[in-house]
């Protein structure tokens, strides 16, 4: 039975990061070892600052960013202002699950790894080549 089914009322934030901790926790340790320090954020919308900088014409035209500096651009001796956070957009996230009809917990876990893998320093060309082989 797919996850969306049991949904009466569009999913609010808490149910889309219910499925994010989920679809988290099936991630190998091997890599989540490495997310310690990322904090997980579901919000409506990207701002506008994020709009702006990604030159976007819409803000249902991303369903999640990765803000931070990924692993393999660190240093040692680099001072640590923040956590880096990945943000799940809610509303991109649910338009984007109605229009293409999948499982609203694979839709998170694609958005999830896809994310994740910026913090492992891939690039949105080398996500697309590793899910397309």
Request: glycine residues 6%.
């Amino acid at each position: 039975m797919p996850l969306h089914s049991h949904f009466t009322t569009p999913p609010g934030t808490a149910d889309i990061e219910d499925l994010a901790n989920r679809e988290l926790a099936r991630i190998p340790w091997e890599l989540r070892r490495h997310l310690d320090d990322v904090v997980i954020l579901v919000e409506e919308f990207p701002d506008e600052e994020t709009e702006d900088e990604m030159d976007l014409d819409s803000p249902f035209d991303i369903l999640g960013l990765y803000r931070g500096v990924a692993l393999p651009q660190r240093s040692l001796l680099d001072l640590r202002k923040a956590n880096d956070m990945i943000l799940l957009y809610r509303r991109p996230i649910l338009d984007y699950w109605c229009e293409t009809g999948q499982d609203l917990g694979t839709v998170v876990r694609h958005v999830l790894i896809h994310e994740i893998g910026h913090h492992f320093g891939f690039s949105d060309e080398d996500m697309d080549r590793i899910e397309n082989e």
